[in-house]
């Protein structure tokens, strides 16, 4: 036991919360964090106590250490996860006498007048409040943080492969030179399938530097079922969403009076279903427990349903997406349901431990919907593939394998953005001194070679992003200046032109642009059924009154990249005959009947079938190979789109697809380059305008394209 390590007073609330012992991550994170020399990554489920094994060596350190400037740099992907983690470490902190601050857009500007005068203790920030500290305060950044002794990155899963998780590594960076040392790391994430590559997320180049502690709890007992619903064909609308009602009846029935999660994956099913779920507490005449929670809701109905959920007295079930999938405290939750395929194992894993604390079983209800096989069913979905990734899911998930984190990407739009922030932060940068910056050792671009630099300083500076003085230094252009100027610069991601919906003078949220709304249109929204009353272009306000009937808008949902593990379980569950217990009657006749088509189908042995003028191949591997061998036909002249788990190639015969499956088995593998340029749409990253198509090619071949990979898949379905 390494609790004695810790300092008296930190011992001493330990003690007050009636813990009888630390987990085990949070005993093996006391000397390697109090240590001071070497990151470390903690990887536990949700409710592993992994915020404490990082604040409770930290304040340990910092009660014998206090001074001025801030020493403990906390970054979380959620202005809701700093607000939670800023309460749940609040009392330790004080026991302790350590100041703690958070900075993020809600946060009073008195607030961060009174840091900047006097910076000192912990402070929790989101990477794009950390960005505007770069921009707006770039000369005090070496004062306030010049004390900094650890960085804290929560959630460091949900940063892995993304713009975020770019731009929050080379602002990492970035402060580190600022400040002209090296400051340990303590990232806090979801178990992965791999974590030496989240390793080498937290500290790029570096990762046999960081120390990798586990928790090697297995977790309480589970309790699952998978229900299928089937609709019948619909003759008309009145006969479709049979089976969405039937699963609402179910959740209505299986979760009242307790706190539950349900995760409908895409927004636009999450107010599906919690409508659905508010009619039947109407019509029972009933106080309603079921509300939306997603990201295009309001901040002051999120929290108020994040309040209930905290509430032992008030039971409620929130119907959300990824929103509550993070570590933000919501207490003790009785039960989650998961309706259609989870994300991904990875997902479904965190979605499972918000159930079951405090020594309670965790319990997961996952529900499938479908409609019935006839006469006009496609062979694809004869299949019912989506229940059979579903199943695979949770196989994997029993089995403790999850996905490894996506090897990095270039991100030369996260790059721009980097590049204009260090001119801004300093008032310009000269090219050389850029590029050691940005692309050094221990940054996310360290990737990017210098004539890729070139390219892109010659490409913004064509655009009037960029201009350069007389001695060659790098300033803002005309372009440049008033994106910098902007609020939404500091966000590394897209962020979209919306509408607010409001009702009564209260914002309920908001919604994209391109949706087509008019007055009397009906809709559901925040859970609820309602009118189009105005819609006001100017200032994109629409006013809305409550209704009967309505549909959920599309609010823009698109779902993860399926991996080659599941697939391959996929296949493994379709030419087998268990069926697994947590199968319901329905879920096993479906599987049954999924199971009697692939083998009348010989997919088994055949990769490719005929569906009228088109062949379907099925290579039984993941979305970015499927992707990349659907590029490579297109490359040759055949017209080829992913379509599920298979690769429809449109018109063309079942022998000449074949052929050309043999063609690029044979190899050698295609140039990726010369792939990804005859590839339109290239540009989906927030200023991959500002990018020269050579670097456009270079970005989606690190992104998207795996010609090794769909080469090898080639040859194993050939041989």
Known sequence: MNFGLLHPKAQRWVWQQGWSELRDVQDAAIPAILGGNTDVLIGAATAAGKTEAAFLPICSKLADHRGPGIQALYVGPLKALINDQFRRTEELCEALEIRTHRWHGDVAGTRKQALLRDPSGILLITPESLE??????????????????????????????????????????????????????????ATLGDMSLAADQLRPDHSDRVTILESAATGQELRLQLRSYVDKRPDTDEDAGMAVRRIADHLF??????????????????????????????????????????????????????????????????????????????????????????????????????????????????????????AETSLLDRLQLPLVQTIASIDLLLERWCEPPEPSRLHLSTLIQQLLSLIAQHGGAKPAEAYR?????????????????????????????????????????????????????????????????????????????DFPLYEGLLLVFAGQRWRVVSVHEEDKVVQLTPAPGGKPPNLGDSGGLVHSEVRAKMRTLLEGDHAPAYLDQQSRTLLEQARRDYATLELDSRPAITDGSDTLLFPWTGDRQLHTLAAIFNASRLEAAVDGAAIRLVGTPREAALTALAKVAKG?????????????????????????????????????????GAVQTARLLTS
Request: proline residues 5%.
């Open 437 to 513: 910056v940005l692309c050094g050792r221990g940054s996310p671009f360290s990737a990017v070679t210098t004539a890729q630099f070139a390219d892109l300083l010659r490409t913004l500076g064509a655009k009037d992003v960029l201009t350069q003085a007389g001695d060659d230094t790098l300033l803002l252009g005309g372009r440049g200046e008033p994106t910098v100027n902007h609020y939404t610069f500091y966000a590394a991601f897209q962020t979209p032109e919306e509408y607010r919906l409001v009702h009564g003078g209260r914002q309920l949220g908001t919604m994209p642009i």
């Open 668 to 708: 050698p593998a295609p140039d990726v380059h010369e792939l990804a340029r005859k590839i339109e749409s290239k540009a989906t990253e927030k200023f991959d305008r500002w990018l020269s198509e050579e670097l456009l090619c270079d970005q989606f071949e690190s992104a998207v394209l795996d010609c090794p």
């Open 132 to 189: 505007a500290m770069f921009v707006l305060r770039g000369t005090q950044i070496p004062r306030l943080f010049e004390a900094l002794q650890y960085v804290v990155v929560d959630e460091l899963h949900s940063f892995l492969g993304t713009e975020r998780g770019a731009q929050l590594l080379s602002q990492l960076h970035r402060l580190e030179i600022a400040i002209r040392r090296r400051v340990p790391r303590v990232g806090l994430s």
């Open 253 to 374: 029935a299986n979760l009242r009076g307790r706190t539950n999660l349900v995760f409908a994956n895409a927004r636009s099913r999450v107010e599906l279903y919690a409508a659905e779920l508010a009619d039947r507490s109407s019509a029972a005449g009933i106080p309603n427990e079921f509300h939306a929670h997603h990201g295009n809701l309001a901040k002051e109905l999120r929290e108020d349903v994040e309040a209930m959920l905290k509430d032992p007295t008030k039971p409620t079930t929130a119907v959300c997406t990824t929103t509550l999938e993070m570590g933000i405290d919501i207490g003790a939750i009785a039960q989650v349901a998961q309706i259609g395929p989870p994300p991904s194992v990875a997902s479904l894993r965190q979605r499972l431990g918000r159930s079951g604390r405090r020594d309670q079983p965790a319990v997961l209800r996952v529900y499938y919907a479908t409609v019935a096989i006839d």
